[in-house]
């Protein structure tokens, strides 16, 4: 079974090998590609069963009504949240995403941005630089003992989970579900507002939808530790940006954010004002190897459509 | 049973803890301080019957032999170079020292150094500072499933292997001496030179002695793994600087160090030329913990002697 046209909107020559490309070309008769800007996207519709989209392309319901023969929708990235998947599923169109291809490249990224915050690692390279080889004024501590909180507890929470337990961590986590698996290795099911109150170390891993939207609270903001370092590699959506301000002027806690793509350049600029808080590029997930992931489960999931047994069904 | 007088050369007031001075104070009719100058030594030790010494004294045969009732030398630190420990037994001197006080310590900078070089943190965090948002141009890789060979595997160098498998690198070691326990965990026992040439992870925990001296020598310097990243938080005895010098020059390796307190500034300053290698100061063993840990060892050393059960004692 092949496609008859292929249809990709904002997924760059780049972002896939040639190889990639090849596999992509023998499954379809035709190929087009399409940049993000979505008015144009009528014009190609009529003879299109496949659409590859990559980040922030809207596919809703007046798309897929434009698209009579589309059957598969490809998305190159974990979160869907712009295509209408249960309109898609509605027509028998199978929705498919590229899940946990980053987790070791997030969870990596996480003790990266710790210990580099522990050690003033920065600090430190500036003053060698400039010819001071002294240890003069350094007096890190460990992540050894500490409380570590992990606000959600999917593929990479679990990951930071893990690698925090070796660090000697006193680790415990909040998840919607309970992971009994997880808790057998010594990580403990917390209340999410104890967590928030003991943790040394709070990394929020938790997906955005309408139930997690400003998770970190007014309320819970005020109640982190004070001295506390707060990790977010994931969508700033989850935290509510008024009330870190407000925090973040009482010099009391850390904030390391590795931003979404989604955030306003205003309020980057915004939180920039503060010493005590990090902005990182968002860096968490492009690893060479998460790279390379995420092509071969995009590719795969296609392949496997055609097949017949479609693999990430996300509708 | 006590002291009569306790000579303390070198560990400043601040180095200890109020309560442990206390404690030294108990078991001692009298203490005298000096600073680190030898020649004044001469002076004080007729009644001393335990020294106490910091970083860089040297306790010589003269010295001993100038100091007719001492019992215990008791070193604040794990290196004891300076002392001649087995004149010291031939006059029935009990030398302790301070050993693994900062073995999470330095394991931890380990890979605080390795990930904020992964990851190119300096360079991301200046970017945003500096209003740029933007991931383009990075591109890091993971540790995970990398190569990473560990030389030396005392409590360090062992510690570093236990997170590196977490970490879910290909761990290899060289040791003096086999360590059958830790291999039981998957980390391999490799020859040093064929280690040298595969691992992108190379990390240095010998101890500095007579047959570890450059250690990395100007062929094992050549065989490293082009695009390895070097790290070394021994002594810097263990390298030869010449040979480092010339393949710094070619750059395709990363070198970091925490430089030891015994190198030169003018050695400090050749390899400081060179952007691929990366110099932090001695900040590998100062934690918080670490330095609570060496206190503590310090004076049990010299309260489980007086109880005539001494501890850590290397004659």
């Not at 190889?19 to 035709?30: A, E, Q, Y």
């Not at 993000?36 to 007046?62: A, H, M, P, Q, R």
């Not at 998947?85 to 987790?103: G, W």
């Not at 969870?107 to 240890?135: C, D, H, M, P």
Request: net charge negative; charged share 25%; proline share 3%.
């Amino acid at each position: 079974m092949e496609f008859n046209k292929i249809l990709v909107i904002n997924v760059n020559e780049e972002q896939l090998s040639p190889s990639h490309w090849v596999i992509i070309d023998t499954i379809s008769k035709k190929r087009t590609h399409l940049a993000k800007d979505s008015n144009k996207i009528v014009e190609n519709l009529n003879d299109t069963d496949c659409l590859l989209v990559g980040f922030g392309v809207k596919i809703d319901k007046n798309t897929i009504d434009n698209t009579p023969n589309l059957k598969y929708i490809g998305m190159f990235g974990t979160g869907y949240g712009n295509i209408d998947i249960n309109y898609a599923k509605s027509k028998k169109i199978v929705v498919c995403n590229v899940p946990n291809y980053s987790t070791e490249s997030v969870a990596e990224l996480v003790f990266a941005v710790i210990l580099e915050q522990l050690r003033e690692l920065e600090t430190a390279k500036k003053q060698t630089r400039n010819g001071n080889y002294s240890e003069d004024g350094f007096l890190p501590t460990e992540i050894k003992n500490k409380k570590f909180g992990i606000l959600g507890l999917g593929n990479i929470g679990k990951r930071v989970a893990e690698l925090a337990l070796c660090f000697g961590a006193d680790v415990g986590y909040w998840s919607r579900n309970r992971k009994i698996d997880i808790e057998s290795k010594g990580i403990k099911y917390e209340n999410a507002d104890d967590l928030i109150l003991k943790s040394d170390f709070l990394t929020l891993h938790l997906s955005h939808t309408n139930d997690t939207e400003n998770f970190l609270n007014k309320d819970r903001i005020q109640k982190i530790k004070k001295g506390a370092i707060v990790i977010n590699t994931s969508p700033m959506e989850l935290v509510d940006i008024d009330a870190l301000e407000i925090r973040l002027k009482s010099e009391d806690i850390t904030f390391i954010l590795d931003h979404s793509d989604e955030m306003t350049k205003e309020n980057l600029e915004r939180l920039s004002k503060y010493p005590n808080c990090i902005i990182y590029p968002p860096i968490g997930c492009i690893t060479k190897e998460a790279g390379i992931n995420k092509q071969e489960i995009f590719v795969e999931n296609i392949e496997n459509f055609l097949q017949g047994a479609p693999t990430n069904k996300v509708n």
